[in-house]
Nanobody, 116 residues
Framework: QVQLVESGGGLVQSGGSLRLSCAAS????????MGWFRQAPGRQRELVAV???????KYSDSVKGRCTIIRDNAKNMVYLQMDKLNSEDTAAYYC??????????WGQGTQVTVSS
């Protein structure tokens, strides 16, 4: 089994920055992708950013230019640097890991709240 633990969420003022971290542990095989999703109250979970084993990362249009996803393959970690935050970014943020085997895992989530 794979365990994912997110950290770095919190309360930040509009225009501020946060850096989220996700650490993977356990029986990790070859990782296809690690990414971040978010879910606001009353809304569906949506993609924020995903970093693949090869190729360019993918960002949602809502965060493109404001967020950067960084993968540390040696440490099995993924980070999400978020800048110029606004109230629309308020949500629970979840880390997702997909292995080449097809197995996928989710973290427990970390809350990001942006105050205006």
């Amino acid at each position: 089994q794979v365990q994912l633990v997110e950290s770095g969420g919190g309360l930040v003022q509009s225009g501020g920055s946060l850096r989220l971290s996700c650490a993977a542990s356990g029986q990790i095989g070859r990782i296809y992708s690690m990414g971040w999703f978010r879910q606001a109250p009353g809304r569906q979970r949506e993609l924020v950013a995903v970093a693949f084993d090869s190729g360019l990362p993918k960002y949602s249009d809502s965060v493109k230019g404001r967020c950067t996803i960084i993968r540390d393959n040696a440490k099995n970690m993924v980070y999400l640097q978020m800048d110029k935050l606004n109230s629309e970014d308020t949500a629970a943020y979840y880390c997702k890991l997909v292995l080449y085997s097809g197995s996928l895992s989710w973290g427990q989530g970390t809350q990001v709240t942006v105050s205006s």
